[in-house]
């Protein structure tokens, strides 16, 4: 597609139940990034995938996230258990390659979660 | 400490006028790399603007330049001849440690919102 899609693109669960949220992104990038946005704050990292390889995790706020990129396009960021502060939007983005300086990281339209 | 900051909330504009959003940022690394995004209301985050740490000269793309000063760690967006459309969330990021093999992700600042009045 033209740009990184990201599905659903609003999520309500009750408390304690598992979601999963899928990304999509441009076709032939190599980096895909997970971000989680608060109300009213900037996005904050949560992990990065080059190809398949999951390289930095280090912004998953507990083992309650779980993110994968098995075929090294489409990617899936489940949360188990979900507790209200996970409410959020979490933001998608890829580039071509993450070790180039100036590659900018294009975003998704992001999925509004909303935790009951 | 805040790696990124943007000490202004939120800002007001006059239509067809220029307007400075600042951006403060803190990192040891020698090279790394500055971006400004553009978050409308509905939520996508659009890329305006990149500055590389060894770029001698200030960005511009189209109405957006950038006023890099690496001694005062700070890189300000500027924006010329304000539309109505600019009306948004601007969020400073920053991609540190260019030459490690893995991560490169950004970090954000807490963002300004503009509007810009007819």
């Known amino acids: 597609g033209a740009g990184v899609s990201q599905s659903p693109r609003y999520k309500v669960a009750k408390r304690g139940q598992d979601v999963a949220l899928r990304c999509d992104p441009i076709?032939?990038?190599?980096?895909l990034f997970w971000y989680q946005q608060a109300l009213g704050q900037g996005p904050e990292f949560l992990t990065y995938?080059?190809?398949?390889?999951?390289?930095?995790k280090s912004g998953l706020p507990s083992d309650r996230f779980f993110a994968e990129r098995p075929e090294g396009s489409v990617s899936t960021l489940k949360i188990q258990r979900t507790q209200q502060e996970d409410s959020a939007v979490y933001l998608c983005a890829s580039s071509l390659w993450a070790g180039t300086s100036n590659q900018p990281q294009h975003f998704g339209d992001g999925t509004r979660l909303s935790i009951l | 400490a805040q790696k990124i900051t943007q000490t202004q909330p939120g800002m007001f504009v006059q239509e067809k006028e220029a307007v400075t959003l600042d951006c403060t940022y803190d990192t040891s690394d020698q090279s790394y790399g500055l971006f400004w995004y553009k978050q409308p209301s509905s939520g996508e985050m659009i890329f305006l603007i990149y500055?590389?740490?060894?770029?001698?000269q200030n960005a511009t793309e189209g109405r957006y330049s950038l006023n890099f000063q690496k001694a005062r760690k700070s890189a300000n967006l500027v924006i010329s001849a304000s539309q109505l459309g600019d009306s948004a969330m601007y969020f400073c990021?920053?991609?540190?440690?260019?030459?490690?093999?893995?991560?490169?992700?950004?970090?954000f600042g807490g963002g300004t919102r503009v509007l810009v009045k007819p």
């Open positions: 500055q590389g740490s060894y770029d001698e």
């Open positions: 990021a920053m991609r540190e440690g260019l030459v490690k093999a893995a991560g490169n992700k950004l970090t």
């Open positions: 076709s032939g990038h190599v980096s």
């Open positions: 995938f080059q190809n398949e390889a999951q390289l930095d």
